[in-house]
């Protein structure tokens, strides 16, 4: 199925949007949740699936809808259409801060990238948004966030967020130590494993996790300074708790802080 051609533009530094442009009867689809505004004449509707199983049985589709569900995913996508005349436009964020990645998937090796479940924002119709799973089974018990993958394929535009500074790195016959969570996606030619992060007193103490995520082959990566799981862990560790009482990174402070509050009385 041929991706629809958009335009759009991204808007912002670090809440960014992406902004599209449909021509009349040109659709984009997205994660539910995703947009933020759109001009008049452009209906949604929510469905099961991408839209590029038009032939696929009954069955097939909710196989599909079974496996995003499993992973916590919406077993739906909304599909925007430009239904007025002339050129609409609608806008989509991400839904923390960070950068939006644009892709052309036409021009990738094999016609598709390979991201983080999370990271898809939104791509043009004829995008085929599939739910893969790390072939490696050490992948699938310690990946963390990198055992669920969402693969892209197709010959259109697609884009997805990542968290803080996105950077991209292009790999030639290279392997390249990444922690699970700042992986955002890789293109075709990348060999996707998990390792020991060095030696027991490493993993144990070392504070970088007792496993990370090994990229090797030749191709694009790229990678985020802030994943969302690291800025809610640290928010979650700061938020205060039942009865007022607040948890901070250094204990012994806030014990001390609670105390001088009156708190331990």
Not at 16 to 37: F, K
Not at 186 to 214: Q, V
Request: glycine fraction near 14%; hydrophobic fraction near 40%.
């Amino acid at each position: 199925m041929l991706s629809h051609e958009i335009d759009y533009e991204i808007i912002g530094n670090d809440m960014q949007v992406v902004e599209v442009e449909l021509d009349p009867e040109e659709t984009v689809i997205a994660e539910a949740g995703a947009m933020n505004w759109l001009d008049h004449g452009i209906s949604f509707e929510a469905k099961m699936g991408d839209g590029t199983e038009v032939n696929k049985s009954v069955l097939g589709k909710l196989f599909g809808a079974g496996k995003r569900a499993l992973t916590g995913e919406s077993i739906f996508m909304t599909h925007f259409t430009n239904q007025g005349t002339g050129k609409k436009k609608i806008a989509f964020a991400a839904p923390y801060p960070g950068k939006i990645i644009d892709l052309d998937l036409e021009n990738m090796p094999g016609n598709q990238f390979t991201c983080q479940k999370d990271a898809f924002l939104c791509a043009a119709l004829g995008t085929k948004v599939d739910i893969t799973f790390s072939k490696r089974f050490g992948s699938g018990i310690f990946g963390g966030e990198g055992f669920i993958l969402q693969k892209l394929s197709g010959n259109g535009k697609a884009f997805v967020h990542a968290g803080g500074t996105v950077v991209k790195k292009e790999l030639t016959n290279e392997k390249l130590k990444v922690d699970t969570g700042c992986l955002v996606g890789f293109t075709e030619g990348i060999d996707y494993n998990i390792e020991r992060a060095g030696n027991l007193k490493s993993m144990l103490f070392g504070g970088e996790g007792m496993f990370l995520a090994t990229l090797s082959g030749t191709g694009t990566v790229y990678l985020q300074s802030l994943p969302f799981s690291r800025l809610a862990d640290r928010i979650i560790k700061n938020a205060p708790q039942v009865g007022g009482k607040q948890k901070g990174e250094g204990s012994l402070l806030g014990q001390l802080g609670n105390m001088l509050d009156g708190d331990n009385f």
